[in-house]
C-alpha cells in the first residue's frame, strides 16, 4: 500500500513537472491540455524551481552513464554544465501593466580610462566579467582588465598607478564593427568593414595581430560565440546569418531565409544555443533555431521601417529586449511574436547601438544620442529611473554592462571610453 501511494505521489510531481516545463517554453496550450488530462493543477506547476524537469533529466542520464559519480562531473560538464546556464531571470515579465513599484538605480561613478583615434564604435564584456574590449574607426582594438580599471578608481595599486589597457590589437585595415569573447578560451574575435573576422589570443602578452583569420563576402557587421565556443554566427550586408565552424572555417547558410533582404546589424545566440536572433536594417526581428536554422518567428517591422539595431535575449530565453533607430527598446515574447514591453524616451536615430539588461536583468540601459546620456529603465514597469550625463564630448554611440558584477562601459563620437562602477 505504502508503495502505491508513493508511485501516486511521483506521478503528480512528474505530471506538474511537465505542465511546469511547457509553461516555461510558452506551450500554454499545451501545458493547459496536459493538467487537464493529469488533473494536476496549475498552482503546483507554478511552485516547481525554473528549468527544474531539464536538471533533473540531465542528473539521470549522467546517473546513467556512470553512476552517482558521474553525475556531479556531468554536472559541470556536458548537459549539466548546459542546463545550469538556463538562468531564471529576476524579473516576471509576463506581469503586466505594473505601475508604482518602480526600483531606484544605484549611483554609480564614472571614470575616463582610454582614447582611441577615432569614433569608438563597439565594446563588449568577457562571459566572467573579467575583460571587456573596444573597437574604433582607427582600426585598432583596446583591451582592458576590469580589476586595474577599479585599482585605479581607489587608488589602491601598490606598484604605480595601474594600466586599465593592458593590449592594443591592431590587424584590420577598416573600422570595427563588433566584437565577442570565447566562452572557454582566451581568444577575443572582431568582425568588420574589411570583410574579415579576426581571432585573438589576448593569453599571449606580446601578441598584437590576428593568429586566425576568417574571410567573410561581406562587411561583417556582427559577431556571436555558439555557447559550445565551436561555432560562431556572423551578421553582415548579407540579408543570411553566416554560421561558421571554427574549426574548419566551413561556412553554412540557412536554406530558410523567409523572404528577408536587408543587412543584419546584429546576431546574438541565446544562453544555451537552442535559439538565435537576427536584428536587421529593414527594422525586421527574426528568431532562428540554432540547431537547424530554420526560422522561427519572424517579427516584421518590429521597428516600423527604422533600423532594428540590437537584439538580445533574457537568461530564460522566453524574451528578446530590441533597440532600433526608431528611439524605441522593445521587449518581446519568443512563443507568440508579442510585444510585452516598450522602452521609451532616448533618442537613437543616426548611429548603431544597443540595449541591454544589467547583470540582475532588473533595469534596462541604453544611450540617448541627442541627449549625450545614459538612460536607464525599471526593466518591469518600464518607466525611466535614470538620466546619467556620459560625460562625453560627442555622442555616445555603444554601451555594454557586465555580466556579473554592477559595472558597465560606454564609448562614442569623442573617441573615449568611459567606465562607470555602481557606489557601495
Same mark, same amino acid.
Request: aromatic share 10%; net charge positive; proline share 3%.
Given at each position: 500500500m505504502n508503495e502505491a501511494v508513493q508511485e501516486v505521489k511521483l506521478l503528480r510531481q512528474v505530471n506538474a513537472l511537465i505542465v511546469a516545463h511547457l509553461r516555461s517554453q510558452n506551450l500554454g496550450q499545451a501545458a493547459a491540455a496536459v493538467a487537464a488530462a493529469t488533473m494536476t493543477p496549475i498552482s503546483a506547476a507554478e511552485s516547481v524551481p525554473a528549468n527544474q524537469l531539464l536538471r533533473l533529466v540531465?542528473?539521470?542520464?549522467?546517473?546513467?552513464?556512470?553512476?552517482?559519480?558521474?553525475?556531479? =562531473?556531468?554536472?559541470?560538464?556536458?548537459?549539466?554544465?548546459?542546463?545550469?546556464?538556463?538562468?531564471? /531571470?529576476? *524579473? $516576471?515579465?509576463?506581469?503586466? &501593466?505594473?505601475?508604482?513599484?518602480?526600483?531606484?538605480?544605484?549611483?554609480?561613478?564614472?571614470?575616463?580610462?582610454? $582614447?582611441?583615434?577615432?569614433?569608438?564604435?563597439?565594446?563588449?564584456?568577457?562571459?566572467?566579467?573579467?575583460?571587456?574590449? @573596444?573597437?574604433?574607426?582607427? @582600426?585598432?582594438?583596446?583591451?582592458?582588465?576590469?580589476?586595474?580599471?577599479?585599482?585605479?578608481? *581607489?587608488?589602491?595599486?601598490?606598484?604605480?598607478?595601474? !594600466?586599465?589597457?593592458?593590449? @592594443?590589437?591592431? $590587424? #584590420?585595415?577598416?573600422?570595427?564593427?563588433?566584437?565577442?569573447?570565447?566562452?572557454?578560451?582566451?581568444?577575443?574575435? /572582431?568582425?568588420?568593414? &574589411?570583410?574579415?573576422?579576426?581571432?585573438? $589570443?589576448?593569453?599571449?602578452?606580446? =601578441?598584437?595581430?590576428?593568429? !586566425?583569420?576568417?574571410?567573410?563576402?561581406?562587411?561583417?557587421?556582427s559577431v556571436c560565440f555558439h555557447p559550445c565556443g565551436d561555432y560562431l554566427l556572423a551578421g553582415t550586408d548579407h540579408p543570411v546569418a553566416h554560421l561558421y565552424d571554427i574549426n574548419t572555417f566551413t561556412c553554412y547558410l540557412s536554406a530558410n531565409a523567409q523572404d528577408s533582404s536587408s543587412p543584419?546589424?546584429?546576431?546574438?545566440?541565446?544562453?544555451?544555443?537552442?535559439?538565435?536572433?537576427?536584428?536587421?536594417?529593414?527594422? /525586421?526581428?527574426?528568431?532562428?533555431?540554432? *540547431?537547424?536554422?530554420?526560422?522561427?518567428?519572424?517579427?516584421?517591422?518590429? #521597428?516600423?521601417?527604422?533600423e532594428a539595431t540590437s537584439a538580445i535575449f533574457t537568461k530564460d530565453e522566453r524574451y528578446v529586449l530590441s533597440c532600433g533607430k526608431d528611439s524605441c527598446v522593445k521587449l518581446w515574447e519568443v512563443g507568440t511574436g508579442r510585444l510585452v514591453k516598450q522602452y521609451e524616451g532616448a533618442i537613437r536615430r543616426q548611429f548603431r547601438c544597443q540595449a541591454v539588461f544589467n547583470e540582475t536583468e532588473e533595469y534596462v540601459l541604453s544611450v540617448d544620442e541627442q541627449n549625450n546620456e545614459v538612460v536607464v529603465w525599471d526593466a518591469l514597469t518600464a518607466e525611466k529611473v535614470a538620466r546619467l550625463p556620459s560625460g562625453s564630448t560627442g555622442a555616445p554611440r555603444w554601451l555594454d554592462h557586465s555580466p556579473v558584477e554592477p559595472v558597465f562601459v560606454i564609448c562614442g563620437n569623442d573617441r573615449s571610453i568611459r567606465f562607470w562602477k555602481q557606489t557601495v
Open positions: 540531465a542528473k539521470g542520464l549522467a546517473a546513467e552513464r556512470g553512476g552517482g559519480a558521474a553525475a556531479s =562531473a556531468f554536472d559541470s560538464a556536458g548537459f549539466g554544465g548546459l542546463v545550469q546556464q538556463l538562468g531564471s /531571470s529576476a *524579473v $516576471d515579465f509576463s506581469m503586466q &501593466d505594473v505601475k508604482g513599484s518602480s526600483k531606484s538605480f544605484p549611483k554609480h561613478e564614472v571614470k575616463h580610462v582610454s $582614447d582611441h583615434k577615432s569614433a569608438a564604435r563597439c565594446a563588449k564584456f568577457s562571459p566572467d566579467g573579467k575583460y571587456f574590449a @573596444t573597437g574604433s574607426a582607427d @582600426t585598432s582594438i583596446k583591451f582592458f582588465e576590469v580589476a586595474k580599471i577599479k585599482q585605479t578608481m *581607489v587608488g589602491d595599486s601598490k606598484d604605480g598607478p595601474a !594600466r586599465p589597457v593592458i593590449r @592594443t590589437f591592431y $590587424d #584590420h585595415t577598416q573600422a570595427i564593427n563588433g566584437l565577442d569573447f570565447h566562452p572557454e578560451s582566451p581568444i577575443l574575435i /572582431s568582425a568588420a568593414k &574589411d570583410n574579415t573576422i579576426k581571432f585573438f $589570443d589576448f593569453s599571449k602578452t606580446n =601578441a598584437r595581430k590576428a593568429f !586566425r583569420v576568417i574571410q567573410d563576402t561581406h562587411n561583417v557587421r543584419i546589424n546584429q546576431v546574438r545566440y541565446s544562453c544555451t544555443g537552442s535559439l538565435y536572433v537576427t536584428a536587421s536594417k529593414d527594422g /525586421s526581428l527574426r528568431i532562428w533555431d540554432g *540547431v537547424s536554422a530554420e526560422c522561427v518567428r519572424p517579427i516584421i517591422g518590429a #521597428h516600423g521601417s527604422a
